[in-house]
């Protein structure tokens, strides 16, 4: 069984900062390659906020360049979303994602999802 832990979520107002982890846990992981936050908005379908490759490539929304950073820690199978200058577009339910190889075959994981909500 695969679980991913989220916690750092949360009320903040505009220009604010939250920092979001997610644990990957699982006696099958064989290895997790990219680990990447998505998010998901009222209405909206859910999209990639941000991403980093084992060896530490990242990738990010242009809506979020500059504003977000990514980071993990492998040793822990952790990923962090530091966000800072939150604004009111942000608020949305954010989502951990961990893709590698597990016994059986691919691992393509979730957590659970993890609130934030930017007042203005």
């Known amino acids: 069984q695969v679980q991913l832990v989220e916690s750092g979520g949360g009320l903040v107002q505009a220009g604010g900062s939250l920092r979001l982890s997610c644990a990957v846990s699982?006696?099958?992981?064989?290895?997790?390659?990219?680990m990447g936050w998505y998010r998901q908005a009222p209405g909206n379908q859910r999209e990639l906020v941000a991403m980093v490759t084992r060896s530490g490539t990242t990738n990010y929304a242009d809506s979020v360049k500059v504003r977000f950073t990514i980071s993990r820690d492998n040793a822990k199978n952790t990923v962090y979303l530091e966000m800072n200058s939150l604004k009111p577009e942000d608020t949305a339910v954010y989502y951990c994602?961990?893709?590698?190889?597990?016994?059986?075959?691919?691992?393509?994981?979730w957590g659970q999802g993890t609130q934030v909500t930017v007042s203005s």
């Open positions: 699982g006696r099958t992981i064989f290895s997790i390659n990219n």
């Open positions: 994602n961990a893709k590698g190889l597990r016994l059986g075959g691919a691992l393509d994981a």
